[in-house]
């Protein structure tokens, strides 16, 4: 089972999202994680959805989300050709011996501190899913004692851009 | 000009033509219901006993004319009790509009009188639904409503409208509906060569006719593409009437309850096309060992349907009537071929039977009533064995002319949907072939077709068991008979008398004819026949579950 990220422009009404989540559970598809947000165009919400299936299930995905009426146009990212970034907070347990490790650490994963308690560290990190996993494995022997993570989004490089009006290769029109 | 939101919604039926309605009233749309009451010449309502009546026989009109049926339910358990109707709807791609009351907007979310989140509900069983918080959208979601039920894949579209709205006011202002887009072929002129070209060299060539094929009003294309290539063509329960039942290359039904001759043309197929069907686990039973030697052809309107059971090699995506025109265009005539005789002795060697042996057989009854009726009754079905049997033994031979629940298997449906086929097809025989189980369901609607004053006949085939689920223990379960002998003390003849339509009681084969002559002969009151079978009468073929459906049980 492999993930893959579909970019999907929705109507931005009421109850989409419990449409499209909808559709996810009642079909049997696992989404791995959905961020949500107002596009340039402020009728238009734009999805990233990362689903985790093979070949069969992404196809059936994209299909079934394009007869939602609410649902514009589907894409499906290529891994190579986009970049995904994911925000997280974690707050980790610190102290006087420990705490200046964990800015180490923070610095050399670009993060940032962004709360400080006698007890605890809060920080931010964001990037591709792989980097913020691999900071919350460092993280993992000082005590990790919340996380709080926004799902994937992405974008695709270069000047290629998804919009209603537009139409490329690769994208499904609902 | 300035309305009321209920009269905008009346406006816009009748913008789409809408002469007829079902339904039942209550709080939320008293104001829908006064404008109706003001508009009662130009709209028919037809009062149900219950919502889910109203559901069903919106959806059997809309089956038996190809119209978007119309139904309306108040808030609350009005709407809830219109998604039964709505499921099967869907299930069956029906095009229809439900409308319900829902309660003011202040009182939204507050777990109000009458209040349930009827669109929530019905996300999964519509194309689409609305809720409508504001008068000055009101007529652009009805439009948009019709123009969804009706386009592409056919299906129900579900508009809740909050009491307030159908009070206050907003202009309006007539608009007359676009034609509904007719799809375009959809597909390339070199899918089309290469599609008339694997017909051309397949030897063993099988179509299977779907429900599609008479939404899309391909019937005659179908036909023409059929004849001309010498294909022998199966239905699916949905496709029935789809091919004409007593045309030489129909083998009848496949599947679960397929022929035998079917079910092997599939099994030794070289190219299964696949045409408005949907590779429902009815048809395909064993996935693996389904069509084993054959490519698969799939022409269908609704691209999700592809490859979503089946691996699919030639997908052709689009209006099913030109699609099969163009192809019809490029396959080469062909005379009768070995695979020609091999059906015909297939069908010679198992054809459907049953053993007259003197008691009174369900088989029998619809085979009488198919001939009295010359083949011409438009014939709606509850589900189980009335439903199989009815699919067997009546030969249909147009679109729109077996109305059944496919999909859902809705117990209950048949009435409430003779009573919309007979409403939208006044000049036609309309006959309900139901089983004791399924009528007892719903049966306060004969209330409703004794009112309209509905000459509709009401064959029950009266086992006094649930007979599906009985013979799936009796074959399966080693014949424990869990909660399915329903022998109650319920007669049906004094109970159809009792609502004002006329009852028959027959026990004996000799008393069939006379008693569905008198039935035909009814023009303005309903008439219920209680014909008493034998609790272990079975549908025959059947394959078991998980079994390939070559391997079937002939009986």
């Known amino acids: 089972m492999s993930k893959h990220t579909l970019s999907v422009l929705v109507e931005n009404h009421a109850g ?55 649902v514009i146009k589907i894409k499906r990212l290529d891994k190579h050709e986009s970049i995904t970034r994911e925000l997280s907070l974690i707050k980790v347990s610190a102290n006087a011996a420990t705490r200046s490790e964990i800015v180490q650490l923070v610095e050399i994963f670009r993060a940032k501190i962004v709360d400080v308690s006698k007890t605890t560290l809060t920080i931010e990190a964001s990037g591709s899913g792989d980097k913020v996993a691999a900071l919350e494995d460092m993280l993992k022997q000082f005590g990790i004692k919340e996380i709080v993570r926004t799902g994937t989004i992405a974008i695709e490089r270069g000047n290629r851009i998804i919009k209603v009006t537009n139409n490329e290769e690769g994208e499904i029109n609902g | ?39 009662r010449n130009e709209i028919r309502h037809i009062l149900t006993s219950h919502e889910q009546g109203a559901s069903h026989a919106a959806d059997g009109y809309a089956r038996a004319t190809g119209r978007t049926g119309v139904c309306i339910a108040t808030s609350g358990p009005g709407a809830t009790n219109l998604v039964t109707g709505i499921a099967t709807a869907y299930m069956d791609s029906v095009p229809m509009v439900a409308i319900t009351g829902q309660v003011s907007t202040a009182l939204l979310g507050k777990d109000s009188f009458q209040e349930v989140d009827i669109t929530g509900i019905t996300m999964p069983v519509t194309k689409h639904n609305y809720i409508v918080k504001d008068v000055n959208k009101l007529a652009g979601i009805m439009r948009e409503a019709f ?65 599609g094929v008479s939404i899309a009003g391909a019937g005659s294309e179908m036909l023409m593409l059929a004849e001309k290539a010498k294909i022998p063509v199966t239905t699916t329960l949905m496709g029935l009437g789809s091919f004409p039942g007593t045309h030489e290359l129909f083998t009848g039904l496949v599947g679960m309850h397929g022929t035998k001759t079917s079910n092997m043309a599939v099994s030794e197929t070289d190219l299964f096309i696949a045409i408005g069907a949907r590779f429902s686990d009815r048809v395909i039973s064993n996935v693996k060992r389904f069509a084993p030697s054959a490519k698969i052809m799939h022409i269908d309107i609704d691209p999700a349907e592809i490859g979503k059971n089946i691996t699919v090699q030639y997908p052709l995506v689009g209006n099913i009537k030109e699609i099969l025109k163009e192809i019809c265009a490029r396959v080469r005539p062909r005379e009768t071929s070995e695979w020609n005789r091999k059906i015909e002795e297939w069908k010679e060697l198992h054809p459907l039977k049953y053993d007259m042996d ?17 083949g011409d009754a438009l014939i709606t079905t509850e589900v189980g064995q009335n439903q199989l049997w009815a699919a067997q033994f009546y030969k249909y031979t147009k679109p729109r002319q077996f109305i059944s629940s496919g999909g859902l298997g809705t117990m209950g449906y048949g009435l409430g949907a003779c009573i919309g086929a007979q409403l939208g097809q006044p000049d036609k025989k309309v006959i309900n072939i139901a089983g004791d189980g399924s009528f007892r369901m719903n049966c306060t609607e004969l209330a409703t077709a004794v009112e309209y004053k509905l000459p509709v006949i009401i064959a029950i085939l009266n086992n006094r068991v649930l007979g599906m689920v009985r013979q799936w223990q009796k074959l399966f379960y080693d014949g424990r008979f869990s909660a399915t002998t329903i022998d109650r003390a319920t007669d ?4 159809a008398e009792a609502f004002g339509a006329i009852g028959i009681r027959v026990t004996r084969p000799e008393e069939v004819d006379a008693a569905f002559e008198r039935a035909l002969a009814s023009t303005d009151r309903p008439v219920l026949i209680d014909f008493e079978i034998d609790r272990d009468d079975k549908v025959f073929p059947i394959v078991p579950p998980g079994a390939p459906i070559d391997e079937l049980i002939e009986g």
């Open chain 1, 16 to 70: 989409v999202l419990s449409r499209v989540a909808g559709l996810f559970s009642r079909r049997g598809f696992n989404i791995d994680s959905l961020a949500v947000g107002v596009t340039e165009n402020p009728d238009v919400s734009r999805m990233t959805i990362v689903v985790e299936g093979d070949e069969y299930i992404v196809e059936q995905v994209s299909k079934q989300l394009n007869k939602l009426v609410d």
């Open chain 2, 1 to 39: 000009m300035k309305l009321t939101g209920a009269e905008i919604v009346i406006e816009c039926l009748k913008e789409q033509g809408v002469d007829t309605v079902f339904g039942f009233p209550g709080g939320a749309v008293l104001n829908i219901y006064d404008a109706l009451y003001k508009a």
């Open chain 2, 147 to 211: 123009r969804i039920a009706a386009s592409g894949r056919p299906g129900p579209v579900l508009v809740d409208i909050c009491k307030d709205v159908t009070a206050a006011y907003a202009e309006y202002e007539r608009v007359e509906p676009a034609e509904i887009e007719y799809p375009p072929i959809g597909v390339k002129p070199a899918e089309l060569d290469e599609a008339a070209a694997v017909i051309n060299s397949s030897l063993k060539p099988v179509i299977l006719s779907g429900g």
């Open chain 2, 358 to 374: 003197g008691s009174l057989k369900p088989h029998y009854i619809v085979q009488r009533l198919y001939e009295l009726t010359r």
């Open chain 2, 492 to 495: 049906f003849v004094a109970l």
